[in-house]
T-cell receptor
Framework: DAKTTQPNSMESNEEEPVHLPCNHS???????IHWYRQLPSQGPEYVIH???SNVNNRMASLAIAEDRKSSTLILHRATLRDAAVYYC????????????FGSGTKLNVKP | ETGVTQSPTHLIKTRGQQVTLRCSSQ?????VSWYQQALGQGPQFIFQ???????GRGNFPPRFSGLQFPNYSSELNVNALELDDSALYLC???????????????FGNGTRLTVT
């Protein structure tokens, strides 16, 4: 399974955009890239996922590099509620629905 | 729709004892997975069940076992508890099964197990 590298922590100001990077250089051509976040005292929560092209939903946008070795989760206007640990997870076709989490990025949002 | 619920929310056990944790998946979700999350770390995949059979296991010993029932509920059993088993145990369900993928997982809020 592909390994990921994320910054341990990042900080943002409220109502400003946040770009959370993830490197996944060993990803295979059929691996989807998932992003989950975990608020304090809660289980992980699905944010967004994609394969090759950029994706948007009501929560965030996902920008995937052309070579697919990295991706960026974009929160367009951070709120205090977005303070969480964000995990980037490649999902293998041969191990689908079995997610191997790394340590994630802890996002702190300042008012 | 109802979410994924887990019980109990907290539990304290003694080393060597056995424990059963329970999970109720969303209706229609025929795949359930269990994860262990130690303090300050990301969740680690324990195993997955699909239609009441084990469908993949992470790097966990056989004293970690599970059951899945037709009513979308499931159990995680841990025998001979060790101090290092202290963690948050998360249950996740999804509507997919063998033959498809990239469906989001729906997690419960976990059971906090403390082994003393």
């Amino acid at each position: 399974d592909a390994k990921t590298t994320q910054p341990n922590s990042m900080e943002s100001n409220e109502e400003e955009p946040v770009h959370l990077p993830c490197n996944h250089s060993t990803i295979s051509g059929t691996d989807y890239i998932h992003w989950y976040r975990q608020l304090p005292s809660q289980g992980p929560e699905y944010v967004i996922h994609g394969l090759t092209s950029n994706v948007n939903n009501r929560m965030a946008s996902l920008a995937i590099a052309e070579d697919r070795k990295s991706s960026t989760l974009i929160l367009h206007r951070a709120t205090l509620r977005d303070a969480a640990v964000y995990y980037c997870i490649p999902e293998s076709l041969y191990n689908f629905n079995k997610f191997y989490f790394g340590s994630g990025t802890k996002l702190n949002v300042k008012p | 729709e109802t979410g994924v619920t887990q019980s109990p929310t907290h539990l304290i056990k003694t080393r060597g004892q056995q424990v059963t944790l329970r999970c109720s998946s969303q209706s229609g979700h025929n795949t359930v997975s269990w994860y262990q999350q130690a303090l300050g770390q990301g969740p680690q995949f324990i195993f997955q069940y699909y239609r009441e059979e084990e469908n993949g296991r992470g790097n966990f010993p056989p004293r970690f076992s599970g059951l899945q029932f037709p009513n979308y509920s499931s159990e995680l059993n841990v025998n001979a508890l060790e101090l290092d088993d202290s963690a948050l145990y998360l249950c996740a369900s999804s509507p997919t099964g063998v033959g498809s993928y990239n469906s989001p997982l729906h997690f419960g809020n976990g059971t906090r197990l403390t082994v003393t």
